[in-house]
């Protein structure tokens, strides 16, 4: 499978002021190549910080991913503290059931990173200890949370709008 970007040891680097994706230590495969095939058509950089919970290869994302994990945009730490040193000055977006603020009453940056966590454990404290920010996703009364791919594309949408991200540099017209 080829990318655009493939970073496996700790160093600086000059991203673009986008919006990005992060997942740390992903599960699911699937859910993996479904967000691999949003950030691709949304023009975003996906960040996996590893290890995966699964085998990388082009066979585990196939289904979900389509042909479109030829265009991702993915750059792959070995560990979350390399993933810290690579990430500039980019503020670090937790999403997370924990937080407090809700997602759509945030301030997002062009350049923010949302980092979603594990599909069975979420983020550690000390992930969350690095965050410049936490979000949440309000839900249901007796629901414990979405899946991590639905979490992605809510947030995502709602930070492209803010900071005029979209690939046609537009905000989409609501009613449209």
């Known amino acids: 499978m080829s990318h655009k970007t493939d970073v496996l040891k700790a160093e600086k680097q000059n991203y673009p002021q986008m919006v990005s994706l992060a997942l740390y ?36 994302f196939r289904r979900s991913g389509m042909d479109y994990l030829e265009k991702a945009d993915i750059v792959r730490h070995n560990s979350f503290e390399h993933f810290l040193e690579a990430r500039g000055e980019s503020r670090l977006i937790v999403l997370t059931t924990a937080a407090g603020q809700n997602y759509s009453e945030f301030e997002f940056s062009a350049g923010d990173i949302l980092l979603l966590g594990r599909e069975s454990a979420g983020v550690p404290q000390d992930v969350h200890d690095c965050a410049d920010a936490r979000v949440v996703i309000p839900m249901a009364e007796g629901t414990r949370s979405l899946n991590v791919a639905m979490a992605a594309a809510m947030v995502s949408g709602e930070a492209l709008c803010q900071t005029k991200g979209f690939p046609s540099g537009k905000t989409p017209s609501k009613g449209n």
């Open 25 to 60: 230590q992903p599960d699911i495969p699937q859910n993996t190549g479904t967000i691999l095939r949003l950030a691709v058509c949304l023009s975003m950089r996906v960040h996996i910080i590893e290890p995966a919970g699964f085998i990388w290869s082009e066979k585990s």
